[in-house]
T-cell receptor
Framework: AQKITQTQPGMFVQEKEAVTLDCTYD???????LFWYKQPSSGEMIFLIY??????QNATEGRYSLNFQKARKSANLVISASQLGDSAMYFC????????FGKGTRLHILP | NAGVTQTPKFQVLKTGQSMTLQCAQD?????MYWYRQDPGMGLRLIYY???????DKGEVPNGYNVSRLNKREFSLRLESAAPSQTSVYFC??????????????FGEGSRLTVL
């Protein structure tokens, strides 16, 4: 069975600092994708970054990078130089056809 | 460019009533999903359809039925609504293979209240 865990319910970070959001997962599938989504207070789901289980290099998209450690089954999101607009809920997700989500981390960026 | 369209956006039901949430996507995606979002619980998968003609249970399927009407449309039905089904429901679609990563494209959500 698939399982995904985000252990940080909430985080407070000073503006311009880097922040790491933790995500661990468990699956018996050899092939799967890992995703991060942002949900601002307006409620829409915004795709941030994707990592394939066979990808050798960590994915990067602008200020977002995914620290993928396959042996440890972790897929942490790193946001560099945080901005006030990064305040939101962040969800880690994984799967192949069946995609499940973690419970999320609420990130607060402090001015 | 509509993407994923869900209807209705808001609905209030009484316990025991039935209703269907409609979802349509115009991206020619094979996979479609229904999630519910409750405070502190993240998004939980109700049902998914990996291709036209197939549906599979997700994490919380009890009390729900789905129909993959065609490649574009995937509906979610509550036969006898219960207060525990008060939630925000999201439909999503994705495509795997080739250049596609399986990224989920979401609808705007449907807020359902069961009294």
């Amino acid at each position: 069975a698939q399982k995904i865990t985000q252990t940080q319910p909430g985080m407070f970070v000073q503006e311009k600092e880097a922040v790491t959001l933790d995500c661990t997962y468990d699956t018996s599938d050899p092939s799967y994708g890992l995703f991060w989504y942002k949900q601002p207070s307006s409620g829409e789901m915004i795709f941030l970054i994707y990592q394939g289980s066979y990808d050798q290099q960590n994915a990067t998209e602008g200020r977002y990078s995914l620290n993928f450690q396959k042996a440890r089954k972790s897929a942490n999101l790193v946001i560099s130089a945080s901005q006030l607009g990064d305040s939101a809920m962040y969800f880690c997700a994984m799967g192949d056809d069946k995609i499940i989500f973690g419970k999320g981390t609420r990130l607060h960026i402090l001015p | 460019n509509a993407g994923v369209t869900q209807t209705p956006k808001f609905q209030v039901l009484k316990t025991g009533q039935s209703m269907t949430l409609q979802c349509a996507q115009d991206m020619n995606h094979n996979s479609m999903y229904w999630y519910r979002q409750d405070p502190g619980m993240g998004l939980r998968l109700i049902y998914y359809s990996a291709s036209e003609g197939t549906t599979d249970k997700g994490e919380v399927p009890n009390g729900y039925n789905v129909s993959r009407l065609n490649k574009r449309e995937f509906s979610l039905r509550l036969e006898s609504a219960a207060p525990s089904q008060t939630s925000v429901y999201f439909c999503a679609s994705s495509e795997w293979g080739g250049q596609n990563t399986g990224e989920l494209f979401f609808g705007e959500g449907s807020r359902l209240t069961v009294l």
